[in-house]
């Protein structure tokens, strides 16, 4: 026992230990940093950078500025930082990475920011000024550069980004092509889940790894929605960041996203077969048996399921103090898949006093399909006759007996 907690100890640090990919250097153990020494303009410097899912070097304290003079050492060269100015006002000169202003920090040298000279900026390296920052014009002044991207952990994946590996469909020639269903599958397979983007960096990563590749125009990417546009992230992370064209159509319930200029998404019909791209945490081991079904929502609050504004796709509920039926509860589950699929409630379970419980199953327009008052053996199986079940649940509060769970699957 003892052993294994040690060899895990052992294993966990091995993975967390933080490195750089694509030839970047872990600077301060935070910041992956590369010198860019050719002289460029400030456009160019932006788009190499955001190649890599990054951005200028963002510096937001004394620590960082010396860190990254240091990093440039002695090359003499002045180069682009990660700040632009909107004004002479240093609050209006905003951090490359979208997360905040120089306000807090800068290190302007006297007379500057001075957006006559230019709303963008760059560090000088030598002389007086070496460390100090200085306007310059955006597309007239050509400067070195410095990227940084974010540190990820070791993983022997080909595309590993701030702690994810990203497997597309292409690199795969047996399913290179698949509707939505079966690359979620594909994914799985990987223990991956079809990708959840979190950031315009993070989409600037992967669109150069499809515009690099150069093998389609659009692929699809782990996005639902419900109609009006309500999407959500089949990996159950947050909608932080969202890149939905602004041409989108309103027909299509999956998401794909374009390979083009603008790496926009648009919805697009789930059972059209698509490229797709598949994402993981670094460092996870895959065995050969899949992952169980992921509950393919907004996790409810309530494990159980009870009284959940919409469980979507799969997923398991139970009456509210499984395997218990105290104390007494009034519950109401809603299911539902996409509109060119059934569902399938499989009770597990179905264990409860007979007097006062009564739990209904309702198909999608709302007639009963069955009424369940005791326990059964085996439990019973129902099916939806299109694309929404409804349950509501009463079980009374009886010592001994476990109340319900079942599993539900679309098909
Ligand atoms: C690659 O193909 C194999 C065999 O069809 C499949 O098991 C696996 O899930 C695929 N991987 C990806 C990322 O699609
Ligand atoms: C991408 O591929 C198409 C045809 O497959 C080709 O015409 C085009 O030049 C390629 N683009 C790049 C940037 O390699
Ligand atoms: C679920 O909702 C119903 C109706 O709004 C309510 O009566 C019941 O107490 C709720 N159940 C729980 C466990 O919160
Ligand atoms: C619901 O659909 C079933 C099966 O098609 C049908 O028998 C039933 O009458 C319908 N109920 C209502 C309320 O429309």
């Not at 294993?11 to 030839?23: E, H, K, M, P």
């Not at 083009?260 to 059209?272: E, L, M, N, S």
């Amino acid at each position: 026992m003892l052993v294994l907690i040690l060899l895990s100890l052992v294993a966990s640090s091995v993975s967390d230990t933080l490195i750089c990919t694509n030839g970047f250097t872990l600077v301060n153990s935070a910041k992956c940093l590369k010198l860019y020494s050719i002289p460029s303009r400030h456009r160019y410097a932006e788009d190499t950078c955001g190649s890599f899912g990054g951005t200028l070097v963002t510096i937001r304290n004394a620590i960082d500025n010396r860190a990254v003079s240091t990093f440039v050492g002695n090359t003499g060269l002045s180069y682009w930082i990660g700040v632009f100015c909107l004004s002479n006002d240093p609050s209006t000169c905003y951090l490359d990475d979208d997360q905040g202003t120089a306000s807090a920090y800068s290190n302007f040298a006297g007379g500057f920011p001075n957006v006559d000279l230019g709303g963008c900026v760059y560090s000088a390296a030598s002389g007086t000024l070496a460390g100090k920052w200085i306007s310059g014009e955006c597309e007239d002044v050509e400067m070195a550069f410095v990227c940084e991207i974010p540190p990820t952990r070791a993983d022997p994946c080909a595309h590993n980004y701030n702690g994810y590996c990203y497997l597309p469909s292409h690199e795969n020639a047996t399913s290179a092509s698949l509707p939505f269903t079966s690359a979620q599958a594909a994914c799985h397979q990987n223990c991956a889940e079809l990708v959840s983007i979190h950031s315009p960096r993070e989409n600037a990563y992967i669109q150069n790894l499809y515009s690099t590749a150069n093998v389609t125009s659009a692929f699809l990417i782990g996005a639902l929605t419900t109609a009006p546009l309500t999407p959500y992230w089949i990996d159950q992370s947050r909608w932080d960041y969202g890149h939905v064209s602004p041409r989108s159509g309103s027909s299509g319930s999956c998401f794909q996203m374009s390979t083009g200029i603008d790496g926009t998404w648009y919805q697009v019909d789930c059972k059209a077969s698509q490229y797709f791209l598949c994402k993981r945490p670094t460092g996870t081991v895959c065995n050969s048996t899949p992952p169980p079904p992921v509950i393919v929502t907004p996790a409810p609050t309530n494990p159980s399921g009870c009284n959940s504004t919409s469980l979507f796709d799969s997923g398991y509920i139970t009456s509210p103090s499984y395997p218990s039926t105290l104390p007494a509860h009034y519950c109401v589950y809603y299911l539902s898949t996409l509109g060119a699929y059934r569902i399938g409630l499989y009770f597990t379970e179905f264990n409860a006093y007979q007097s006062y419980t009564s739990v209904n199953v309702y198909d999608s327009n709302g007639s009963r399909l069955a009424t369940l008052t005791s326990s059964y053996s085996p439990p019973p199986t129902y099916y939806s006759t299109s694309n929404k079940m409804t349950i509501s649940s009463y079980v009374s509060n009886s010592v001994g007996y476990r109340g319900w769970a079942a599993k539900f699957l679309s098909f």
